[in-house]
């Protein structure tokens, strides 16, 4: 009798355990398969886009440039002013 007891109990503590854990005992494989390539960045490096962009990005970094040498300048005056 102890030793039928002891074979259910230890079935259910691994049915308890299995259920417990999120392992299913039904559970089919997944099927794999490649992943698909992602899309290319840029099709072609020198569209119309890219040129139009690279000449706003170069004229924003003028602009830039510019209101860095006219902060600069401003700066410098603060300071000789001071030093008077």
């Known amino acids: 009798m102890k ?4 074979q259910f109990l230890h079935a259910a503590s691994a049915i308890f355990a299995c259920v417990a854990s999120g392992i299913r005992t039904d559970a089919k ?3 794999r398969k490649m ?3 992602p899309q290319p960045a840029e099709s072609d490096p020198m ?8 000449v706003s990005q170069r ?3 003028q602009q830039h440039d ?3 040498r ?4 401003a700066l410098f005056a603060h300071v000789n002013e001071l030093e008077e």
Do not use: Y
């Open 3 to 6: 030793e039928v007891r002891r």
């Open 29 to 31: 494989p997944q099927s």
């Open 35 to 37: 992943p698909a390539p």
């Open 47 to 54: 569209t119309s886009e890219n040129a139009n962009s690279r």
């Open 59 to 61: 004229a924003i970094f």
């Open 66 to 68: 510019k209101q860095f």
């Open 70 to 73: 006219d902060s600069v300048a």
